[in-house]
């Protein structure tokens, strides 16, 4: 299999990006994806020369994309030698024996484009389980003829050994038998971080949820006075933070973990649930948006999904939209009779709209720009404060 390696064995990966537009597509969204694909290439060490997008009515069985376009693709890989294909959805283990006869050269689909990512980020044993374990389950219906590769991809774990070993079921069986242990390993250490958690006491649990790379940390390190990572790229989060607030004189725990993306594969969701734990043993959740990108209600909505997912979707949320100085729309002229589209929407039409359309509460801020900070620390003062008295209503810190 071409496609199982690290980006850093070579100083520069050149990719082309391959998307498609389905029955269920529109141009303009396919378009905003194939931004994210390209965001999510460079975040693991790819270069992205040219974007491939073909309208199918679905995914050709065989290829993925029809025969011309697959003959354009193979024509500018030859010509300009790239060294990578990415694709934006998931390939199925026949689509990717035969387009790696075709391409001759390493293939990502979406899925393995992300664990890539995840295991560059991962920091902390918890996380590193949890992405090899969602690896090994990636690998395990894609084993064919991938031997050499696995043992590629085993080098670093101590399992280094059998090279040229053919048998599929041979490498079936020490797969399943590498996933049984690191589900055993997982369940030691999630037993750690729940004691870790019952050990924190009576204090109210506030927990930042988001899209990846809404600026989750920035608003963490603000409220915590703390200095979490945080910087422009997707997951830059993996490993639970957990910081204490103080805000006027009711003390809080806040964590931050990892952001969520559409299209999370399904290995990683199962593997990482435990450290969503954070996220459903919080009493209030701070849903953080970024207002400024074009697809900011796309994301609100995965977000719902993957809450509704682990069971926390019933949470008190407060939507905190961020980098409203980010934000920009195209001002329509006063004759222009053309229909009124959400981009020539002004933030305060679009503040109007989304304060009166949720239950929940809604607050506008820039992180970076420090603006409305001091009504989001109300804003949460008041929903910690209102949590606190229900719990302990004879404790008088409050009164």
Sequence with gaps: MGN?????????????????????DTEEKVAEYMEELAFLSETAGLVPQKRFVQKLWKPDPKTFMGSGKIQEIDDYIKEHK???????????????R???????????????LILDIFQARAQTAQAKTQVELARYQYLLPRLTNMWTHLERQRGGTGTRGGAG?????????????KVSLLKKQLKEIDKQMATQRKSRGRLIRVALVGYTNVGKSTIMNMLSKSKVLAENKLFATLDTTVRKVVIENLPFLMSDTVGFIRKLPHQLVESFKSTLDEVREADILLHVVDISHPEFE????????TLTDIGARDKKIIMVFNKIDAYTYVKKDEDDLTETT?????????????????????????ATKKQNIDELRSLLYERAKAVHITRYPYDKLLY
């Excluded at 990006?17 to 389905?22: E, S």
């Excluded at 070993?165 to 038998?177: A, C, G, H, N, V």
Aim: glycine share 2%.
């Design 82 to 96: 790239i060294k990578v294909v990415v694709f934006d959805d998931d390939l199925s283990p026949s689509q990717l």
């Design 165 to 177: 070993e053919k048998e599929i079921e041979t490498d079936r069986r020490q797969i399943r038998d």
């Design 4 to 24: 199982y390696y690290t980006t850093s064995e070579e100083e520069e990966q050149t990719a082309v990006l391959v998307g498609l537009i389905q029955k269920e």
């Design 298 to 305: 796309d994301h609100i909505r995965v977000v719902n999904e």
């Design 342 to 366: 959400r981009e020539n929407w002004s933030l305060e039409d679009l503040k109007a709209s989304w304060t009166t359309s949720m239950n929940e509460d809604c607050i506008y801020i820039s």
């Design 98 to 112: 035969n387009l790696e006869k075709i391409f001759a050269i390493k293939i990502y689909d979406r899925s393995l």
